[in-house]
């Protein structure tokens, strides 16, 4: 099991700038997930998806980001313009609907914003 | 989902047993404590849950107190490896499925 797979791990870019940050759910998850973590807010949920469906968007920031997964094994999270304050850690988790109710987290994206 | 109160930091000596309370006073009767860690530059990671009784794994134990009020949860043989933040999470098992995290604790062992 190869786990929950984030990409890319760093990303460096310039304000204004597109960034999407990608993420593989584990095989057989119906649940995918994106939390970001900052110093001052700590890990936040952003959005969760359910059998490739959002479910719950009210932790997005702002139109600047947008989240889909369009098949069963990836999701993207983009954000539009970018800008400074969006700095953070972005992680992916997904889960099954069935079964122990684990959420398993990958190894996250550091993104700065220059 | 019921709101936890954690210290914010504890120290432990290399090998001694890493004691970690929670309190959750509002918790209702169909939610489960959950237990995550997140070390250094990692993604969180389960360690365990319960309901009422108290529960063991490879990892650690996690004690419930009989008013479901507060747990504990307890690393028997803290190594180095296992400083980290530890996340005291209580939500219900079914529905929704995200976790909200809080401050948590971050615990230092020392050598």
């Not at chain 1, 999407?20 to 973590?37: A, V």
């Not at chain 2, 404590?33 to 529960?55: A, C």
Request: hydrophobic share 30%; net charge neutral.
């Amino acid at each position: 099991d190869a786990g929950v797979i984030q990409s890319p791990r760093h990303e460096v870019t310039e304000m204004g700038q597109e960034v999407t940050l990608r993420c593989k759910p584990i095989s057989g998850h119906d649940y995918l997930f994106w939390y970001r973590q900052t110093m001052m807010r700590g890990l936040e949920l952003l959005i969760y998806f359910n059998n490739n469906v959002p479910i719950d968007d009210s932790g997005m920031p702002e139109d600047r980001f947008s989240a889909k997964m369009p098949n069963a094994s990836f999701s993207t999270l983009k954000i539009q313009p970018s800008e400074p304050r969006d700095s953070a850690v972005y992680f992916c988790a997904s889960t099954r609907s069935t079964g122990e109710e684990k959420l398993f987290f990958g190894s996250g994206t550091q993104l700065s914003v220059l | 989902d019921a709101k936890t109160t954690q210290p914010p930091s504890m120290d432990c000596a290399e090998g001694r047993a890493a004691n970690l309370p929670c309190n959750h006073s509002t918790i209702s009767g169909n939610e489960y404590v959950y237990w995550y860690r997140q070390i250094h530059s990692q993604g969180p990671q389960y360690i365990i849950h319960g309901l009422k009784n108290n529960e063991t794994n490879e990892m650690a134990s996690l004690i419930i107190t009989e008013d479901r009020k507060s747990s504990t949860l307890i690393l028997p043989h803290a190594t180095l490896r296992d400083t980290a933040v530890y996340y005291c999470i209580v939500r219900v098992s079914t529905g929704r499925r995200a976790l909200t995290f809080g401050s948590g604790t971050r615990l230092q062992v020392q050598p």
